[in-house]
């Protein structure tokens, strides 16, 4: 079995649960995907690992990270696999000591990729993205694993800031396609 059809299998298997939630982009769905399952899992972040190294092109990449705490796992497992150091910015400032958003290793005119789990509008990875740059960094790629195609490709196409995703939902809820 190929790494992406690993991956989705993975997410099928792991992440996807069927009910109603409200998403934190505040759309009602019937399906709710916790990428948690899959990114601290051992063999799951090894396949995102893999999927995204497969994926991106590091030559112009000097630094990865992400929004906390959904990217963590990958930040790592990045930072571990391609040799170079990374971030994570935080939801809010913090109220104490030097008040930074943005922790880790990370300078200005850096070139930077985002990697985040899941995107549905974008509107969150984005408020990630505007972060960084108003740090001073370049935004070289961004890179979420699952995409529930609902507006985030668009929204990054629109700012022009370079995005992909590794899996579709359409892959994970088409179970007529089997992974194997």
Known sequence: MQTHQQLVQKIRDKAL?????????????DYYVDMSKVAFSCDGL??????????VDWRHV???GGPAIGALPMVVGLMTCNDIHG???RKAEKDYGKKDLIEGCLEKSDNVMLVEDVTTSGNSLLKAVKAVQEFGCTIKQVVSVLDRNQ?????????????KYLVSI???????????
């Open 170 to 180: 359409k892959e994970v809820l088409d179970e007529s396609q089997p992974c194997e």
């Open 87 to 89: 971030f994570l910015i």
């Open 151 to 163: 507006g985030a490709t668009e929204l990054f196409e629109k700012e022009g800031i370079p995005f």
């Open 46 to 55: 090894w396949l995102i690992v893999q999927s995204i190294n497969e994926a």
């Open 17 to 29: 649960t069927r009910g109603e939630f409200r998403l934190a982009s505040g759309i009602m769905s």
């Open 62 to 64: 000097n630094k990865v």
